[in-house]
Structures are given as structure tokens and as C-alpha cells.
């Protein structure tokens, strides 16, 4: 039901730092359904996730970091 649903922003914090990794973990969060990358601070150590629904940001967070951000971090740093 609609009234379920629990739309958030979560700030992802980054290990990340190359530009390019950055921006290809940027285009997997938002090609992955249910979320959307929608800011990155200026220093670039945080991605801001919004998610369709969260029912835990720091879940949402830990699994972003393990499914996408590490095998990135692999392949350009």
C-alpha cells in the first residue's frame, strides 16, 4: 500500500576518490530501481541516495558500500 511506502535521502559516505569511480557509482545507485543519486558534496566524500523505500538508511548504506562501491574501488584505485 502506498501509505507503507517510506521515501528517504541518505548521505552515503565515500571511500572513493576518483572522479570517475565516482561518477560510475553515481550511474549504478541510479540505474538500480527504487533509488536515485541526487548530490554529491564538494569534496566529494558523500553521495546523497534517495531511496523509494527505507525502512533502515544505515542498511541502505552498508549495502550500497558492499555490492557497488567496493568491487569499484577495486577496479579504479
Same mark, same amino acid.
Given at each position: 500500500p502506498e501509505d507503507a511506502i517510506r521515501?528517504?535521502?541518505v548521505w552515503v559516505p565515500?571511500?572513493?576518490s576518483d572522479p570517475h569511480a565516482i561518477a560510475t557509482l553515481a550511474a549504478i $545507485?541510479?540505474?538500480t530501481p527504487g533509488t536515485l543519486s541526487a548530490d554529491l558534496?564538494?569534496?566529494r566524500r558523500h553521495l546523497? $541516495?534517495?531511496a523509494f523505500n527505507v525502512d533502515d538508511a544505515g542498511a541502505l548504506v552498508a549495502g550500497i558500500k558492499r555490492r557497488y562501491e567496493r568491487?569499484?574501488?577495486e577496479i579504479f584505485e
Open positions: 521515501p528517504s535521502f565515500l571511500e572513493l $545507485v541510479t540505474l558534496t564538494a569534496d546523497l $541516495v534517495h568491487p569499484l574501488k
